[in-house]
């Protein structure tokens, strides 16, 4: 239950709380240690009750509710269509009305309002910190997400300038908003260790385990950040392909394709707390990510996440890859080429060794770690 005594905080998130676990979650998670955190969902309608699983599942939720200790969820309600350009004003002025709702409720000023949206919504909680919190090049992938919005691009500079606080995942986010005239606090993305570490000692997910030998995947997203190519070449050296998530809109002419080959498995969105018997099936995870701008501004939570399963990981070379500076990472240029690094890990057993080696990698990359700094940055503390 919320104190009295404790700030309050709200985070204005790109995703749905029971949605696959995001750098949203983790950072709310991780700020309840200090606060009070009331997680502000997308808004829905009427119409998100036949949506995707996760927009009807909060289309038909309570409007505010206790998810952890310190976290609070608020649902706002909004009316359809409330990403066209004639309907965004009123679903933003409702999201508005429900986060003031929320905070006297609570009966406490706003300590700060994070954005992890591009929604421009500083100063409708009288909030006395504004941080934005740049988790992705959000107008870069606007057509991936199926966003239609000629106003994200403009928001993406105006809203920065805005804040008090700027926080950017990667360097090319940092080096973007300092072009725009933002200076930006460097945060890359972290890892839960302890959760994913568990790998280890997990039984491998038996539903992966009969679907063949040499068993390599990927665990993550669906969509047309994916380099489709590697994935191709990978399957064509006899492996079995395991992916892991969920199918975004404009991933179907590829993915389709990519399963119809005998030995790549699309296995759905998996719980976050069965991932580590998933990703105990293979010794080998992917990052087979294209060369867009992006896949180069993000930091790809599932890096860490692979690393602390005590896994190996063969990636594309993106500056998040380049920014982590390990050799624990096997980089990889060209479809051939990732292929040959793929086949190459496969061939050797993976040591009790090995995976200790990178889940202390991992270990010094943990989320207390990561939110630390933003913690002291809006005055915040245990």
């Given at each position: 239950?919320?104190?009295?005594?404790?700030?309050?905080?709200?985070?204005?998130?790109?995703?749905?709380?029971?949605?696959?676990?995001m750098l949203d979650h983790h950072l709310a998670h991780e700020l309840a240690r200090y606060a009070d955190v009331v997680y502000v969902e997308p808004g829905t309608s009427v119409v998100s009750r036949w949506r995707g699983s996760t927009a009807a599942r909060a289309a038909c939720g309570p409007e505010v509710e206790s998810v952890e200790p310190g976290v609070q969820v608020l649902?706002?309600?909004?009316?359809?269509?409330?990403?066209?350009?004639?309907?965004?004003?009123?679903?933003?002025?409702?999201?508005?009305?429900?986060?003031?709702?929320?905070?006297?409720?609570?009966?406490r000023p706003v300590h700060a309002l994070v954005l992890m949206s591009l929604n421009p919504l500083f100063g409708s909680v009288g909030e006395r910190y504004r941080v934005f919190y740049a988790g992705d090049d959000l107008a870069a992938g606007a057509g991936l997400m199926g966003i239609s919005d000629p106003g994200l691009a403009?928001?993406?500079?105006?809203?920065?300038?805005?804040?008090?606080?700027?926080?950017?995942?990667?360097?090319?986010?940092?080096?973007?908003l300092r072009s725009a005239g933002v200076e930006a606090l460097l945060i890359p993305n972290g890892v839960d260790?302890?959760?994913?570490?568990?790998?280890?000692?997990?039984?491998?997910?038996?539903?992966?385990?009969?679907l063949g030998p040499r068993r390599v995947g990927f665990a993550g997203h669906l969509g047309d950040r994916i380099d489709p190519d590697l994935i191709a070449a990978v399957a064509d050296r006899d492996c079995t392909v395991l992916l892991v998530g969920p199918r975004q809109?404009?991933?179907?002419?590829?993915?389709?394709?990519?399963?119809?080959?005998?030995?790549v498995h699309w296995l759905g969105l998996r719980s976050y707390a069965d991932l580590p018997s998933v990703l105990a099936a293979a010794d080998v995870w992917m990052l087979p990510y294209d060369d867009s701008a992006f896949n180069r501004a993000s930091f790809p939570l599932k890096l860490l996440e692979y690393l602390a399963a005590g896994r190996r990981v063969v990636a594309t070379d993106l500056p998040a890859v380049r920014w982590l500076d390990t050799g624990l990472i096997d980089v990889a240029h060209g479809a051939a080429g990732f292929a040959d690094a793929v086949t190459g890990t496969l061939g050797r057993p993976l040591t009790a060794a090995e995976s200790a080696d990178r889940i202390g990698f991992a270990s010094s990359h943990g989320w207390t770690e990561r939110v630390r700094p933003l913690a002291e940055q809006m005055g915040l503390s245990t």
């Amino acid at each position: 239950m919320p104190s009295d005594e404790r700030p309050l905080v709200m985070i204005s998130a790109g995703t749905y709380w029971y949605g696959p676990r995001m750098l949203d979650h983790h950072l709310a998670h991780e700020l309840a240690r200090y606060a009070d955190v009331v997680y502000v969902e997308p808004g829905t309608s009427v119409v998100s009750r036949w949506r995707g699983s996760t927009a009807a599942r909060a289309a038909c939720g309570p409007e505010v509710e206790s998810v952890e200790p310190g976290v609070q969820v608020l649902r706002p309600r909004v009316n359809p269509m409330m990403e066209r350009r004639l309907g965004k004003p009123l679903a933003l002025w409702l999201i508005r009305r429900s986060m003031r709702r929320a905070g006297r409720r609570l009966g406490r000023p706003v300590h700060a309002l994070v954005l992890m949206s591009l929604n421009p919504l500083f100063g409708s909680v009288g909030e006395r910190y504004r941080v934005f919190y740049a988790g992705d090049d959000l107008a870069a992938g606007a057509g991936l997400m199926g966003i239609s919005d000629p106003g994200l691009a403009g928001r993406a500079v105006t809203l920065p300038r805005q804040a008090d606080i700027v926080v950017a995942v990667s360097p090319p986010l940092v080096d973007s908003l300092r072009s725009a005239g933002v200076e930006a606090l460097l945060i890359p993305n972290g890892v839960d260790v302890p959760h994913f570490s568990r790998t280890v000692k997990a039984s491998p997910d038996p539903a992966a385990v009969e679907l063949g030998p040499r068993r390599v995947g990927f665990a993550g997203h669906l969509g047309d950040r994916i380099d489709p190519d590697l994935i191709a070449a990978v399957a064509d050296r006899d492996c079995t392909v395991l992916l892991v998530g969920p199918r975004q809109r404009g991933a179907g002419d590829w993915l389709e394709e990519v399963l119809r080959r005998p030995n790549v498995h699309w296995l759905g969105l998996r719980s976050y707390a069965d991932l580590p018997s998933v990703l105990a099936a293979a010794d080998v995870w992917m990052l087979p990510y294209d060369d867009s701008a992006f896949n180069r501004a993000s930091f790809p939570l599932k890096l860490l996440e692979y690393l602390a399963a005590g896994r190996r990981v063969v990636a594309t070379d993106l500056p998040a890859v380049r920014w982590l500076d390990t050799g624990l990472i096997d980089v990889a240029h060209g479809a051939a080429g990732f292929a040959d690094a793929v086949t190459g890990t496969l061939g050797r057993p993976l040591t009790a060794a090995e995976s200790a080696d990178r889940i202390g990698f991992a270990s010094s990359h943990g989320w207390t770690e990561r939110v630390r700094p933003l913690a002291e940055q809006m005055g915040l503390s245990t």
